[in-house]
């Protein structure tokens, strides 16, 4: 019974910190534009030096 009520407690704690994280990204603007960084990686040029073909 003892290890029911730990292991209850500590999962309302993770859920707890999990929400206090989440809250906190959501303030900070990490959620708000979700769409610009894949199109951003598009548009870039290929810094790689791959250009895509294969060479045999």
Request: positive net charge; charged residues 25%; hydrophobic residues 50%.
């Amino acid at each position: 019974m003892k290890i029911l009520v730990i292991l209850i407690s500590i999962s309302l704690l993770m859920a707890l910190l999990f929400l206090a994280m989440f809250v906190k990204a959501q303030k900070s603007g990490q959620f708000e534009d979700l769409e610009s960084p894949s199109f951003r990686l598009l548009n870039e040029k290929n810094k790689t030096g791959y250009n895509g073909k294969r060479e045999i």
